[in-house]
């Protein structure tokens, strides 16, 4: 997968150090391109980040856009169930 675009807004800043929670969410899927959208929450479960990325599957060889892997389809479809 090749990174397509990026989007993010930093809500309010943190501390070197502080643990962190990601919370990654399935957007959308077409064609060759998913999107995800993260949250980033820190120790007192505040809000600090929103993000979305839009990425592309491209072949290995010469970064061309192909369809996305069976399993990776397989995965989705079951946790969607």
Known sequence: MSGYQYEFQV???TRY???LTVK???KAMKGVRIWFTYQLYNEQNELINEAETEL???KLNNW???APPDFL???IEARQK
């Open 56 to 58: 592309a599957f491209v």
């Open 73 to 75: 389809l397989k995965a």
């Open 17 to 19: 150090d502080e643990l």
């Open 24 to 26: 990654t969410t399935l």
């Open 11 to 13: 809500v309010q800043t």
């Open 64 to 66: 061309k856009p192909c």
